[in-house]
């Protein structure tokens, strides 16, 4: 099966369960998504009911449209939607993809979930769909991102200048990482044996 078919799966281990998003799913993320500082560094802002239902639709479409694999993130140790993580970009003629679209609500930031959610994507990227390339893209002033993707030996590729419009109309310099599959080893190693609360657990 194809990429499309393949990349949207129910992936779990101790701490957090991924599973692809659904319209049952936009009450829960509203109730964690309404808080403007999360978005600071995203193409998109949520400040208002309206902004949510735009943003919510979006990723519905995208994902049933095979544009994106959308994960919305269960916390295990208290049962709640904690954020969400996609899949994107699916180049599978290339075995290219990249992981993004990640946001944690509030109350989930800084307690290892982001770490434990990329390891399973990870994990899926190239032990199930036997990707060659994961690819990470944030913006230049995310420093916290930043820290984080070099914090699992993901490699530092380079900047695209004014790659597009931010909220308010700045124009984002996006900054590249990638994790390559005969690098995964090492990386899957450093995200099992990372202290629980690391500069690693915050998005991007």
């Given at each position: 099966?194809?990429w499309?078919?393949?990349?949207?799966?129910?992936?779990?281990?101790?701490h957090?369960?991924l599973?692809?998003?659904?319209?049952?799913?936009?009450?829960?993320?509203?109730?964690?998504?309404?808080?403007?500082?999360?978005?600071?560094?995203?193409?998109?802002?949520?400040?208002?009911?309206?902004d949510?239902?735009?943003?919510?639709?979006?990723?519905?479409?995208?994902?049933?449209?095979?544009?994106?694999?959308?994960f919305?993130?269960t916390?295990?140790?208290?049962g709640?939607?904690?954020?969400?993580?996609?899949?994107?970009?699916?180049?599978?003629?290339?075995?290219?993809?990249?992981i993004?679209?990640?946001?944690?609500?509030r109350?989930?930031?800084?307690?290892?979930?982001?770490?434990?959610?990329?390891?399973?994507?990870?994990?899926?990227?190239?032990?199930?769909?036997?990707?060659?390339?994961?690819?990470?893209?944030?913006?230049?002033?995310?420093?916290?991102?930043?820290?984080?993707?070099?914090?699992?030996?993901?490699?530092?590729?380079?900047?695209?200048r004014?790659?597009?419009?931010?909220?308010?109309?700045?124009?984002?310099?996006?900054?590249?990482?990638?994790?390559?599959?005969?690098?995964?080893?090492?990386?899957?190693?450093?995200?099992?044996?990372?202290?629980?609360?690391?500069?690693?657990?915050t998005?991007?």
């Open positions: 099966m194809s499309a078919q393949n990349a949207p799966a129910v992936l779990e281990n101790e957090v369960v599973r692809p998003v659904s319209p049952q799913d936009r009450e829960a993320i509203r109730d964690i998504a309404m808080a403007p500082e999360i978005w600071r560094y995203f193409v998109s802002m949520i400040e208002t009911d309206a949510f239902e735009t943003f919510f639709d979006a990723t519905l479409a995208d994902h049933e449209a095979g544009r994106r694999a959308v919305v993130i916390d295990k140790s208290t709640r939607t904690a954020g969400s993580m996609s899949f994107g970009n699916m180049a599978e003629a290339d075995r290219r993809l990249e993004g679209w990640s946001w944690l609500g109350d989930f930031q800084g307690k290892g979930i982001n770490r434990w959610a990329k390891y399973l994507l990870l994990e899926h990227a190239f032990e199930n769909l036997d990707a060659e390339r994961v690819e990470f893209k944030t913006d230049i002033l995310n420093e916290q991102a930043r820290r984080g993707l070099r914090n699992i030996g993901a490699v530092e590729e380079g900047t695209l004014s790659f597009n419009f931010m909220p308010g109309g700045r124009r984002r310099d996006a900054i590249f990482y990638s994790v390559l599959r005969a690098e995964w080893p090492r990386v899957k190693q450093e995200l099992a044996t990372k202290p629980k609360v690391s500069p690693l657990d998005v991007g």
